[in-house]
């Protein structure tokens, strides 16, 4: 079992930046550096979709919304992970959660939200 603890969202205006932060602890067994977490997000009456994800060796994959606005990252000592989110434009509104696929399953946060004012 993994829990994920995500934290960081708010409101900020147009253009602006926020920096988000997941955190997972296993019950059992171990978070291996080369398992894949990312984050995802979801609008009020859209689908939950892939914001940014690490996979094995740091690779990193972002939705094409992205544009080079944000960046992921991961520290492994810590079991964290970062959403740094610039530029921020109203439509990033959302939920954001936070993921994990590992230990034979998938997890989830329970969801930061991030509110951009135009």
């Known amino acids: 079992q993994v829990h994920l603890v995500e934290s960081g969202g708010g409101l900020v205006q147009a253009g602006g930046s926020l920096r988000l932060a997941c955190q997972a602890t296993?019950?059992?067994?171990?978070?291996?550096?080369?398992?894949?977490m990312g984050w995802y997000r979801q609008a009020p009456g859209k689908q939950r979709e892939l914001v940014a994800r690490?996979?094995?060796?740091?690779?990193?994959k972002y939705a094409d919304f992205v544009q080079g606005r944000f960046t992921i990252s991961r520290d492994n000592a810590k079991n964290t992970i970062y959403l740094e989110m610039n530029f921020l434009k109203p439509e990033d509104t959302a939920v954001y959660y936070c993921?994990?696929?590992?230990?034979?399953?998938?997890?989830w946060g329970q969801g930061t939200q991030v509110t951009v004012s135009s």
């Open positions: 690490i996979i094995r060796r740091n690779t990193e």
């Open positions: 993921n994990y696929e590992g230990l034979g399953a998938t997890y």
């Open positions: 296993a019950t059992s067994g171990s978070i291996f550096r080369g398992d894949p």
